[in-house]
């Protein structure tokens, strides 16, 4: 099926293509905000757990236990937000064609650059903690 420009679309198929835009982009943000809490709660727990632990060897274990968990996240994060964000970007594509869309971000090309970069962020910041905890062992 060939892609309708926006003027082609009826206003039933507009307010349809603004709404799943709306919702994608709030379920994003949500899944964000839900996965920075639970990195959160992991920094402190590794750190927690490394502080309070008087075995070596089991505060090790801990640690790497919270480490893979919050690596595992990240890649989770990585992996399930790109299927919401890649049919955000496909909606985009239709929405960029609507006057007040295109002004309300001053630009044809929204391309969710954080978004895209949170997880690697978070792995490389793991993958820190997971070596300082392996060079204080």
């Known amino acids: 099926m060939p892609r309708k420009n926006w003027s082609d679309l009826s206003d039933n198929e507009r307010q349809w293509v603004w709404n799943i835009h709306k919702e994608a982009d709030a379920i994003l943000h ?9 990195q959160a709660i992991l920094f402190a727990a590794s750190f927690t757990v490394s502080g309070i632990v008087n075995d070596k060897f089991m ?3 801990y640690s790497l236990a919270i480490d893979l968990m919050g690596t595992v996240v990240c890649i989770g ?3 399930f937000d790109r299927i919401i964000l890649n049919g955000i970007l ?3 594509e239709y929405l960029v064609e609507d006057e007040i869309y295109s002004e309300f971000y001053r630009t044809k090309d929204v391309g969710y650059l954080f978004v ?3 997880p690697w962020a978070l792995i490389f910041i793991w993958g820190t903690v997971l070596a300082l905890n392996i060079y204080t062992y």
Do not use: A, E, Y
Request: charged share 20%; aromatic share 4%.
């Open 90 to 92: 496909r909606m985009k």
């Open 116 to 118: 895209k970069i949170i």
């Open 77 to 79: 994060l990585f992996v």
């Open 30 to 38: 949500s899944r964000i905000q839900s996965i920075m809490t639970l």
């Open 59 to 61: 505060s090790l274990t």
